[in-house]
Structure formats: C-alpha cells, structure tokens
C-alpha cells in the first residue's frame, strides 16, 4: 500500500539557491510526523512542492501514490494550513468556513461540526480580523478538515500560540492520528514537538540529518547519566558497580553513565539509602538539535 505521503529524491534550486536537496521521507497514517529544522532549512518549500504549489527541480512528493495535481478528489484526501491559513479578515469565521465548503461542494453541517471540534463555536459570528492568532490557526485547521481528508499538512501551526495554545493543538493533533489520519506538521523547534510527534524528519540546508522515532532523539538527549551526592553514596555506587553499571567518583559524589536517573532512584528506594541530589547530565535536548543541524542554519528566529 501506498505511504500517506512519500518525498522522494526531492530537490529545488531557486537560482544559486539550493532550498531542499535530494530529501526522501515517508509519512504513514496513524501518526504524528514532525517536520524539523532551522529557519531557512527548506521546509516550506518542501511543503509548498508536496501540495503542488512550487515544481521540483527533481525528484518527486505523493500524497497516497499520487502526485498532488494527479489527485482525483484533493479536498477529501489532504488538508492544508500553509501560512497560517489566508483569511478575509471582514467576514465571520462562520462564513470563511460556508465560502470555502460551498467551494468543494460541502454542506453547512459540516461547518458547524468543525466549529464545534476547534472549540471556535461561540465566536463564530464574530469577524475573523478580530480572532486571536490561536483563533485563526484553529480556523485553519478546520477549513483543512472540511473534507474529511486522511492526510494534513501543517506548516508551523504552533508558531506564536501560548501554551495552552500548545496543549490544545498538541491534544488535537494526536486525536486526528488516533482516528487514522496521517498528520505531517513543520517547526523550527525540537521541544515544540515532544510528546506529540511519533517520528521527526529534521532537515538543515534542505539535506535530510536525521529521521527516526521521536523517542530515539529524545534519549540521545538523555544519555549523559546521572550524579548523586549523599551520605550513602558509596554504598549506592558499590551496588550499581556489582549490576555492572559504569560508576565513578569519590565517596561523597558519583556518576553514574549508563543508567537514567529512574533506574537510579528505584534502587535508592529499594535498599532505603539517603542521597541529597540526583541530577540528570549530558546534553538538552536544544543541544541534541543543535548538533543535529549544525548549529542552525539560518541563524535566530
Ligand atoms: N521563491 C523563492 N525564491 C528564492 N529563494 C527562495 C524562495 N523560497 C524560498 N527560498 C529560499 O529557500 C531556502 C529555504 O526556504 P524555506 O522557506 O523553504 O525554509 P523554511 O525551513 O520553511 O524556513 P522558515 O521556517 O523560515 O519558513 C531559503 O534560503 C529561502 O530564502
């Protein structure tokens, strides 16, 4: 079967410019893809070639196996925010929303359900100018799901919302994934997407650096071990010696390299030592990132 999304091989020059460079991923349906990189990376452009916007250079982007333009029934297979979601800013959310699924052939009950879903029912009637960016972004998410579609595409949708902003997209997200639907959402933020993406694609100056489960880069980030101090560490160091675990120090403080500061804590509390600090070291994950992408390529945001 065909993967929800597939970039193969893709490449764009814009003049001297080479914006994405032979990137290839995959996207599957029932999960959270964060799509990863500085500012500049070449993120929305791949985004923009995906949907049919911008033409490669080379190479290719499908959306269930075919190209974008190739679609029969786009409305119903894949749902975009590029740009925060364009909007007259005069009319009612309402109304944006009844253009647009007039437009594609789509009833009004289906407006008043995605007001519902986005949690934007009661200001509906008001004008769309007038909405917060939260607001906007959750009209934007509904007017990519109007037609049902099994694959969204999500350009930076958490820029500039607060954190409950955040949370709530983040929920949202991960129930869309839970129906079946594959989601691909870009940020320039590794944090941004901890504990809503499933897998991350990071990408610097449009080349592909890493592509795996979000667990794994995340543990890479953990991996430094951990230090603890306290009147029993000695004690507590000879035992993790004997499991095996690398351990070195002095009697009042150790490290401890292999193991995570939980494995720690449970054979602390399982022969009832005192310690007075248990501290996780090695890289943050803003250093993980930051070594992935060689520091940033396009400089701050
Ligand atoms: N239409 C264009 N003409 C010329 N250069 C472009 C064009 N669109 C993008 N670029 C360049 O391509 C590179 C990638 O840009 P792109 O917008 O895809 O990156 P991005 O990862 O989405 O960054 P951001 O997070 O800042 O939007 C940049 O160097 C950008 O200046």
């Known amino acids: ?36 990189g500085p500012n500049g ?20 982007a499908t959306v269930l196996g075919q190209p974008f333009p190739a679609l029969r029934d786009p409305v119903h297979t894949v749902g975009a ?10 009319r009612s959310g ?41 607001m906007r972004q959750r009209l934007g998410l509904a007017a990519a799901l109007l037609g049902d579609p099994k694959v969204l595409v999500l350009d930076e949708p958490a820029n500039g919302l607060d954190p409950q902003g955040i949370r709530w997209l983040r929920d949202f997200l991960r129930q869309l994934a839970s129906e079946g639907r594959a989601v691909l959402i870009s940020s320039h ?24 489960p979000l667990q794994d880069i995340m543990s890479r980030a953990r991996g ?30 150790i490290t401890v390299a292999d193991r995570t500061g939980e494995e720690v ?15 996780p070291i090695g890289a943050s994950l803003e250093d993980v990132y930051f070594e992935l992408t060689g520091g940033g390529a396009g400089g701050p945001s």
Do not use: C, W
């Open 1 to 36: 079967m065909a993967h929800a999304i597939e970039v193969a091989g893709l490449t764009k020059h814009f003049g001297p410019v080479k914006a994405v460079d032979d990137l290839s991923f995959t996207v599957d349906e029932g999960r959270v893809t964060g799509f990863l």
């Open 94 to 134: 309402r109304n944006h929303l009844r253009t647009l699924a007039k437009a594609s052939g789509i009833g009004s009950q289906r407006v008043e359900e995605l007001l519902q879903l986005v949690a934007l029912a009661d200001a509906a009637h008001r004008r769309a100018g007038g909405y917060s960016l939260g």
């Open 41 to 60: 990376a070449g993120k929305t452009t791949t985004l923009r070639m995906l949907l049919g916007l911008v033409n490669p250079t080379s190479g290719s």
């Open 189 to 212: 933020q590794l944090a941004e997407l901890g504990q809503t993406a499933d897998d991350v694609v990071v990408i610097a100056k449009g080349r592909s650096v890493a592509q795996a």
């Open 265 to 279: 804590g449970r054979v602390i509390a399982e022969h009832q030592l005192v310690i007075s600090e248990l501290v």
């Open 224 to 253: 430094g071990g951990v230090r603890v101090a306290g009147p029993d560490v000695r004690r507590l160091g000879d035992i993790l010696y004997q499991a095996g675990a690398r351990v070195s120090g002095d009697p009042t403080q």
């Open 81 to 90: 925010v590029l740009d925060g979601g364009m909007l007259h800013p005069g």
